[in-house]
T-cell receptor
Framework: DQQVKQNSPSLSVQEGRISILNCDYT??????FLWYKKYPAEGPTFLIS?????DKNEDGRFTVFLNKSAKHLSLHIVPSQPGDSAVYFC???????????FGKGTHLIIQP | NAGVTQTPKFQVLKTGQSMTLQCAQD?????MSWYRQDPGMGLRLIHY???????DQGEVPNGYNVSRSTTEDFPLRLLSAAPSQTSVYFC?????????????FGSGTQLSVL
């Protein structure tokens, strides 16, 4: 049973526009959420995180929103740039757990 | 500062062969872990360690062994490789644990088992 779901395998966005990547989770015990970005032949790199006590966290062009009642989070990238083309993984963890639970990833393609 | 270093980057094995995937970090992190990534799936935790001499199983530990003799190194051993172990393997570390901390990942080892 997949506890973290990214239902869009791919997303295509024009350069300069907003990219919105979505993530749903089923485990209500998750209390910390992260987004990772991955380029081909590289390891995932941390992008942004949010604690369950918050509903929004911003870092430059990246904003993560958390809706606990809907068990949903989203990553907004504004404006989208060519270098943002990558696979984005949503991940979650509950306090004291052994490791992160990852979604399957969304391949974001920024078109010129 | 190299971060998390994984070797080799690519490896092809025959069924039944054994090998060790190396992982080293120079950040003095206590927590280290191994994940595998399969096509169309997220990363899944294989084994982890919270410090030298301490290891434990993750979500998908079968067919893999680990040890942690030093803070820096966390090798992953395949004793008898199977085609189902064809995957990309990532080592990751964090100062004290994955809760409320970001993981630092290595660049991965792509393993094919024929």
């Amino acid at each position: 049973d997949q506890q973290v779901k990214q239902n869009s395998p791919s997303l295509s966005v024009q350069e300069g526009r907003i990219s919105i990547l979505n993530c749903d989770y089923t485990n209500s015990m998750f209390d910390y959420f992260l987004w990772y970005k991955k380029y081909p032949a590289e390891g995932p790199t941390f992008l942004i995180s949010i604690s369950s006590i918050k509903d929004k966290n911003e870092d430059g062009r990246f904003t993560v929103f958390l809706n606990k009642s809907a068990k949903h989070l989203s990553l907004h990238i504004v404006p989208s740039q060519p270098g943002d083309s990558a696979v984005y993984f949503c991940a979650a963890i509950e306090g004291g757990a052994d490791g992160l639970t990852f979604g399957k990833g969304t391949h974001l393609i920024i078109q010129p | 500062n190299a971060g998390v270093t994984q070797t080799p980057k690519f490896q092809v094995l025959k069924t039944g062969q054994s090998m060790t995937l190396q992982c080293a970090q120079d950040m003095n992190h206590e927590y280290m872990s191994w994940y595998r990534q399969d096509p169309g799936m997220g990363l899944r935790l294989i084994h982890y360690s919270v410090g030298a001499g301490i290891t434990d199983q993750g979500e998908v530990p079968n067919g893999y062994n680990v040890s942690r003799s030093t803070t820096e190194d966390f090798p992953l051993r395949l004793l008898s490789a199977a085609p189902s172990q064809t995957s990309v393997y990532f080592c990751a570390s964090t100062p004290s644990g994955p809760t409320n901390e970001k993981l630092f990942f290595g660049s991965g080892t792509q393993l094919s088992v024929l």
